[in-house]
């Protein structure tokens, strides 16, 4: 009888509480067709099977324990790869890596150069993934976080620097060779093809060594990638040649610097490519470079300067003029202007203060604070943004999926369409065997997708780099693809197109001056905590106004208060209060005055004292300062303005008329929200909600695209699509525009990367010669086809200097 040949397994398992805990997972696992033995520690949260690979997979063992209401804990690493050219690379990784047991989920994303990997720690580890990446034929450059980004750029130098070796040694070669074909030296044909078999093969090999070990390492992976195509191409051009110098070919099948050239251009492609991907995630490393490496901590009394790494919450560290601070924290002595222009874009220094939080990364200008560090590493402000930019810039939007499905049936079809062209010109039309062979070179070497792979990642990579150096994060490429169909776009009104404080907005005095009823008014205020009255005390202190002391202050529910000041006493409050109080009825005018502030948004607070109303204070959350342009350029961008609030239709009508929007949907609770933004979707309306991210995150999430304007909370980050790190709408219409721009750049790419195979691939395949006698020299097809993807990365490349248009005014 064949025994059978089990595995056993090591699953960390979150969740378990008391021993009960570990029976049911124990159960849940043990009653799984093909589970040997199954026993789970409470103490270290692990369960160790022994399984039957051939009916179990490590799969359906985490599912079962996710049945039984627990969790298997899996981690995820960010590997950098080197050596990536197109999208069948990608695959090819992905592939490797998946077949490792105990990975669980690979993502390599062609533009970053970096694959995220879901594993087992206990089954698979990353010298594992390593080994695999390296046997499919790509550099493993170590993982995130663990390795400098100074190892990362001697290592990508490195395999430059051998590209731009192998390219030289190539076109050297090349250009001999091309030179002994057109000068006669009166040699035999013989003589001439054994001196460029001399000179062309230590640089044919020198030169395309790599592209054949990648192309070996694809095949025994069972994949099919441009390498293999190359291969093909070189390595026909080059047999012929040989057979040819050795008398078993006809002399006229010498394609030594064909050989020689399609690898240099090849090489040379790649080598501009790498070197312009090495530009895309710019953005990234200059964010990770904002943040110092050493802080200076005060641990018993004395200073002491360590490294950022080994700084603890609870630490107090001392930041000096001109010295940034090394994580986030809460000021606990001193004063002194910030900049903070890293992450708010806000060119003027902040002043911070006892009680004030502070940013990792930013600059202390003018003097000593000290601080307790709060967030530290990955919890800071700066590394969850940084982590926000990279995740999203390993996003695909839905767009590429149109690439990744041409791509994987692209290479069978190139390569039955130059098996067919040969057939048809040397057996139906009858064409020299010469000609017939130059066009199945030329059709294998000029059919790349590497540009088609490279369209959407480069232009994701550089464009949500570029928003966050303007301090919009985009979170996904999805978002940017929505961003391009939007038809409205929906607005809290409060702390987004309003300041969310109220704010005196008019001072109109009767029978007495202005400041003298300001002054008066918010002596008596200056004892109410309602938010009206604390605007009334901030005015008086912005005119510098001296308040008086008052007595007997007093409240009157819903209608006012009153007070005494210096011997005078004074009643703020409504209508109804000043009749009560000081039997004043309003004349005809007076209610005029108070309907045209009320059509205005206003809310009118009445003051009287001396049996008369003494003046009136208007009070109003007022708007931003950019709001009305942000609503302009929202409608030039053609969306549908829509303001959602809870205020009264009158107030809300009044506020929305000054802005310019006309659609207005009032008296709506917070948390009805989300069902106003779901009731436009059925309509069919592709919708944006504008909201601060902490009320509204029902409403965000509900959006077709949130954007979450504020100061990048936690909460914002959550809920929003796109999130602006500083209080600004107008970086609301640069979000947009950016999204739209890297959409159009991401269709150019597509375009140009088609348009090169559609318009070239017939050319290399004969159309033209019949009627025009134009044939297409393999070289020549080689060099078309290196130039696809330098094209292609170089329009990625111009959205650094990309600046919204609202942002160029």
Not at 81 to 91: N, R
Not at 101 to 109: I, S
Not at 723 to 744: F, I, T
Not at 746 to 766: E, R, S
Request: proline share 3%.
């Amino acid at each position: 009888m064949a025994t059978i040949e089990t595995k056993r397994t090591a699953l960390k398992i979150r969740g378990m509480t008391c021993a009960m805990c570990s029976k049911t997972v124990e159960h849940a696992l043990a009653g799984l067709d093909g589970v040997v033995l199954a026993e789970v520690s409470l103490g270290n949260e692990t369960a160790s099977v022994e399984y039957d690979p051939g009916k179990v997979t490590l799969t359906d063992l985490e599912k079962s324990i996710q049945e039984a209401g627990y969790n298997a804990m899996n981690e995820t690493a960010s590997i950098k790869i080197g050596g990536m050219t197109c999208a069948m690379c990608t695959k090819a990784i992905e592939q490797a890596l998946s077949e490792l047991d105990g990975v669980r989920m690979v993502e390599v994303n062609l533009g970053t150069e970096k694959a995220s990997v879901t594993y087992n720690r206990a089954v698979v580890s990353l010298s594992d993934m390593k080994q695999a990446i390296e046997d499919a034929g790509y550099h493993y450059l170590g993982v995130e976080g663990e390795v400098s980004e100074d190892m990362e750029k001697v290592a990508r130098e490195k395999e430059m620097h051998e590209k731009l070796s192998r390219a030289i040694v190539g076109s050297i070669s090349g250009i001999l060779l091309m030179g002994l074909m057109y000068v006669h030296l009166g040699l035999s044909h013989t003589v001439m093809a054994w001196i460029m078999f001399v000179i062309a093969t230590p640089a044919f090999v020198f030169v395309s060594h790599p592209i054949f070990k990648a192309a070996y390492r694809s095949l025994k992976h069972k994949t099919l990638n441009m390498d293999v195509m190359y291969s093909m191409g070189i390595g026909v051009a080059f047999a012929a040649s040989l057979l040819s110098t050795f008398g078993v070919l006809p002399k006229e099948f010498i394609f030594y610097e064909a050989a020689v050239f399609l690898a240099t251009f090849l090489t040379i492609g790649r080598y501009l490519e790498a070197r312009a991907k090495g530009k895309t995630s710019e953005a990234i490393k200059t964010l990770m470079g904002l943040q110092p490496k050493t802080a200076t901590v005060i641990r018993e009394g004395h200073e002491k300067e360590i490294p950022i790494e080994n700084v603890s919450i609870g630490d107090t560290i001392l930041v000096r003029p001109g010295e940034k601070f090394p994580v986030d924290g809460e000021v606990i002595a001193g004063e002194s202007y910030v900049d903070e222009s890293m992450i708010t874009g806000e060119p003027v220094p902040n002043l911070k203060k006892t009680g004030d939080t502070v940013v990792g990364a930013t600059l202390n200008t003018n003097s000593v604070i000290q601080f307790k560090a709060t967030k530290i590493g990955k919890d800071t402000v700066l590394a969850q943004i940084i982590q926000l930019v990279e995740k999203a810039q390993g996003s695909r939007p839905p767009i590429q999926r149109i690439a990744d499905a041409v791509v994987s049936y692209f290479i069978p079809v190139i390569l039955a369409i130059a098996i067919l062209a040969f057939i048809v010109w040397y057996f139906l039309v009858g064409t020299p065997i010469l000609f017939a062979f130059s066009t199945l070179i030329a059709i294998l070497v000029i059919a790349c997708p590497c540009a088609l792979g490279l369209a959407s990642p480069t232009a994701v990579t550089v464009g949500i780099g570029r928003g966050a150096e303007l301090g919009i994060l985009i979170k996904n490429g999805e978002a940017l693809e929505i961003s391009e169909k939007l038809t409205t776009i929906v607005f809290d009104k409060t702390g987004t197109l309003t300041k969310g404080k109220p704010e005196v907005t008019d001072v109109i005095a009767i029978s007495t001056d202005e400041k003298t009823l300001l002054m008066l008014t918010a002596s008596v205020e200056i004892n109410s905590q309602h938010p009206l009255g604390q605007a009334i005390v901030k005015k008086a202190k912005e005119w510098g106004l001296e308040l008086q002391e008052s007595a007997h202050f007093d409240t009157f529910g819903g209608k006012g208060v009153a007070a005494e000041v210096d011997g005078q006493e004074i009643f703020i409050g409504n209508r109804v209060l000043l009749k009560e109080k000081q039997q004043i009825t309003l004349t005809q005018e007076h209610e005029e005055r108070i309907l045209k502030l009320e059509q205005e948004g206003k809310t009118v607070i009445l003051t009287a004292f001396g049996n008369q109303l003494r003046g009136m204070i208007a009070i109003a959350d007022a708007l931003k300062d950019t709001t009305k342009k942000a609503i302009s350029a929202f409608k030039q961008e053609g969306l549908d303005v829509v303001m959602i609030t809870g205020d009264n239709k009158r107030t809300a009508t009044a506020i929305a008329n000054q802005i310019g929007i006309e659609h207005v949907l009032a008296e709506v609770l917070p948390q009805d929200k989300a069902n106003e933004v779901k009731r436009l979707q059925e309509q069919g309306k592709r919708v944006a909600f504008v909201g601060d991210g902490i009320n509204d995150a029902p409403a965000l999430a509900q959006a077709d695209v949130g954007i979450a304007i504020g100061s990048g909370t936690d909460v914002a980050i959550e809920s929003g699509d796109i999130v602006l790190m500083k209080d600004d709408l107008l970086d609301a219409v640069a979000g947009v525009q950016l999204s739209r721009k890297v959409m159009q750049r991401i269709k150019q790419n597509l375009f140009w990367a088609f348009a090169y195979n559609t318009a070239l691939i017939p050319v290399a395949a004969g159309i033209l010669y019949p009627m025009f006698g134009i044939t297409f020299k393999p070289e020549l097809a080689g060099f078309a086809m290196a130039m696809s993807s330098v094209t292609v990365v170089s329009l990625s490349l111009l959205l650094k200097r990309y600046v919204p248009p609202i942002k160029a005014r």
